[in-house]
């Protein structure tokens, strides 16, 4: 597959790319976004300090200015690439990929996103042209301090989370810089310290497995709720009381539930296309207007910039903010829903209890298929479907989601990775079983693997 890809670039390191390819990208990068004043920030895996120099050599030799964070959150990147005015921002880093892996994550002025469509295929188209642009003159590299200033900003929106008891699961990547000194020493701290070789589980807690350490905690310890970062900090996920995982889109709800009072009635909240109607149903019964949009940052940040948007929500644990430059922030989020889960403790409602209303219906979370012949089997999925008679709706912007009045699905591909996602909710299990056992048999002449 290609190192670039559509939200950023990402792949095995000398399988997919090499320092030479990083290299030519610095040599590009300031001509396709005519960006001449240019952040960087990396995490902690082995190889990023490596691609950080290749990077900037190439930054440099371009002419740019280049300011050089050093070990960083995603977030903290995005936050300081809009609030220091920068032209450009290289965050280095493969989220939440295996330790071997790695990538950048790009963004314009402000914090925009560069996706394959708004930038990456030029920059692609070029890297391998072979040629390499001029030599710039007045390049330069230094270094700069922003861990200090982050940290004030997310205490200054800090709540008081004084009645519950919880544990923090840094996965071993960057949230651990920042996190105890936002949150003071009261949680419990697991793979606290970064460590790019990620010993203790791999850095993805959207695989329930990576969260078998957090859940034993919760419930050795008998907290009220466990939070989890991924590598690079811009996606948080939570396990509640009794150790149980709870969805990501969920939460969409509960972070609705903190920032809507605070706004007129009627403001915008936008989510993925995979997210649970309980939660569509539930934003509406807050007053929210919702607009239901693709998967992916880059999609995401541009819909909250074109409308205003309070809020928005995946199911993969990406929460943006309007406060945070329309952009995703897992330590934000985390404060946001740890202030919920401590307010409700103080009425007596636990952390599940407090998602139970959003979780009305029987969800099959999302199951991955490796699938050759993609765009056939969705179009085998369409045509199994049509038994069922006309739909309440159909969405066809990212694979399909098909709505009837009892149930839904949405089958896609996936932008990151080499697989077929599918999603299924109903309501009640023995339909969603039902509609499951369909959708597999539909599938099956497609498949290669299947990965639960």
């Known amino acids: 597959m290609s190192f670039f890809k559509a939200y950023d670039m990402r792949g095995e390191f000398g399988v997919d790319f090499d320092l030479d390819l990083v290299y030519r990208i610095g040599r590009w990068l300031p001509v396709v976004l005519q960006s001449r004043r240019v952040l960087v920030g990396r995490d902690a895996r082995l190889t990023s300090e490596a691609l950080r120099d290749a990077l900037c050599r190439g930054l440099v030799e371009s002419g740019c200015a280049v ?34 892996h790695n990538g950048m994550k790009v963004s314009r002025a402000k914090a925009v996103p560069v996706g394959y469509e708004t930038g990456l295929a030029e920059l692609e188209t070029q890297v391998r042209s072979g040629v390499l642009p001029p030599l710039q003159p007045g390049g330069s590299f230094t270094t700069v301090h922003y861990q200090e200033e982050f940290v004030a900003w997310l205490r200054a929106h800090k709540p008081d989370l004084s009645t519950i008891r919880f544990a923090v699961d ?31 589980h791999a850095p993805n807690p959207l ?21 989890i970062f991924d590598g690079d900090a811009d996606r948080v996920m939570f396990v509640d009381e009794q150790g149980a995982f709870i969805q990501p889109d969920y939460l969409i709800g509960v972070l609705a539930q903190q920032l809507l ?55 993969a644990g990406h929460y943006y903010f309007r406060d945070f430059f329309c952009c995703d922030s897992g330590e934000f989020a985390a404060l946001l829903i740890l202030g919920a889960i401590a307010e409700a403790k103080k009425r007596g409602v636990t952390f599940s209890q407090l998602v139970a209303p959003l979780q009305c219906y029987a969800n099959s979370g999302e199951i991955n298929f490796t699938i050759e012949r993609k765009e056939q089997a969705i179009a085998a999925v369409s045509q199994a479907l049509s038994v069922f008679g006309p739909p309440l709706a159909r969405f066809d912007f990212d694979g399909i989601r098909i709505e009837y009045p009892e149930w839904w699905v949405n089958v896609r591909k996936s932008n990151t990775e080499p697989y077929l996602r599918l999603i299924v909710e109903a309501r009640d299990q023995e339909m969603l079983q039902e509609r499951l056992t369909l959708l597999r048999q539909t599938l099956e002449p ?7």
Not at 175 to 200: K, M, Q, S, T, W
Not at 446 to 452: D, E, Q, R
């Open 207 to 227: 695989e329930v497995e990576n969260c078998a350490q957090l859940m034993q905690v919760v419930r050795e310890e008998q907290l009220d709720v466990g939070v």
């Open 170 to 200: 840094c996965s071993d990547g960057v949230a651990g810089l920042i996190i105890r000194d936002i949150l003071g020493d009261g949680p419990i701290y697991l793979n606290e310290v970064p460590d790019g070789r990620f010993p203790h």
């Open 67 to 100: 300011e050089d964070m050093g070990l960083a959150t995603t977030p903290m990147v995005y936050f300081f690439t809009a609030q220091k005015g920068y032209e450009a921002s290289i965050q280095i880093t493969a989220s939440h990929n295996p330790a071997s």
């Open 446 to 452: 497609f498949f290669v693997t299947h990965h639960a």
């Open 261 to 315: 009072p605070k706004e007129p009635k009627g403001s915008l909240v936008i989510h993925d296309i995979r997210t649970s109607r309980g939660v569509i149903e539930a934003l509406w019964r807050y007053g929210a207007k919702t607009e239901m949009g693709k998967v992916g940052h880059a999609f995401a940040k541009k819909r909250m910039r074109e409308t205003g948007a309070v809020l928005a929500g995946e199911l």
